[in-house]
């Protein structure tokens, strides 16, 4: 790809990827997705997320240091999300802007997110929110959109922090206490009450009433993002209250969406 002129008037460079295409029947983007980098250094993440031949990239990657660099335009579709769903919808790519935040992640020890990292997050969200209309509860990490293959951002990722300047759906969770938990092996009617609930908030996983390995990863998912203290999957008494109270402060027509 040639150069090009940055959507986003805060993005200091453009490195342009090799690896885009169209927007399968011209669907035009309605959710960010949020992403770690998750290699040991910023120069080779950048190299992975450009270089013809990897199959991966990105529309924007944010340093450390605050800097945003773009490396395809909004309207084309960067390959980030893989094979994901949310909300009944398969190809993620199409119908999203990823952006890929330098942080080594979970195989490289995990650091904190810097604050000027966080500061220039949350505004390229929201200079695309508003450029392209995507309401806040789809603003939305890897891990959501595919739980079983994915742990980024990760439960370090202040979400509750973008909430708060109107980026991203977010509740306080509810506290942790003791209980009976719904965890692996539980066949239950609570358990199909449990899975109806995540799928409709959006995520992917077989209505069965089986506590099973994929329900088990949607629920982790789900704490990384929305109950980070503790990722266990184990869908303990905090985390269905805070699933509850997410979908309570749902749109109607976003939960209609989620549900089909």
């Known amino acids: 790809m040639k150069t090009f002129t940055p959507d986003s008037s805060i993005a200091s460079d453009v490195i342009p990827s090799a690896n885009y295409g169209d927007r399968h029947k011209g669907r ?4 960010i997705l949020l992403h770690y980098t998750g290699m040991p250094d910023v120069e080779g993440a950048i190299a992975r997320l450009c270089t013809a031949g990897t199959d991966v990239s990105a529309h924007y990657i944010v340093l450390e240091d605050g800097r945003i660099v773009q490396c ?3 309207a084309r579709r960067a390959w980030h999300a893989g094979v994901a769903s949310w909300a009944g919808e398969e ?3 199409s119908c999203s802007i990823g952006i890929e935040i330098v942080n ?4 490289w020890g995990y650091p904190d997110f810097p604050l000027r990292q966080t500061a220039a997050v949350i505004a390229l969200c929201r200079g695309i929110m508003l450029r392209r209309q995507v309401p806040s509860h789809r603003v939305l990490g890897h891990s959501d959109v595919a739980p079983s293959r994915k742990k980024d951002p990760g439960e370090k990722f202040p ?3 973008l909430a708060n300047s109107g980026v991203g759906h977010w509740v306080q969770p509810a506290p942790i206490v003791r ?4 965890k692996l092996g539980t066949i239950s009617d609570d358990v199909r009450d449990l899975q109806q609930a995540l799928a409709r908030y959006g995520y992917g996983l077989p209505i069965n009433g089986k506590y099973d390995a994929a329900t088990m990863e949607v629920v982790t998912a789900f704490q990384r993002h929305f109950r980070p203290a503790r990722v266990d999957g184990i869908a303990d008494h905090s985390t269905l209250t805070t699933l509850q109270a997410l979908l309570a402060s749902l ?3 976003a939960t209609a969406v989620a549900a089909k």
């Open 28 to 31: 035009l983007p309605d959710m």
């Open 179 to 182: 209980g009976e938990p719904l």
């Open 159 to 161: 979400w509750h922090s």
């Open 104 to 107: 080594r992640g979970h195989d």
């Open 91 to 93: 190809d993620i790519n």
């Open 72 to 74: 395809v335009p909004e």
């Open 251 to 253: 749109p109607i027509e």
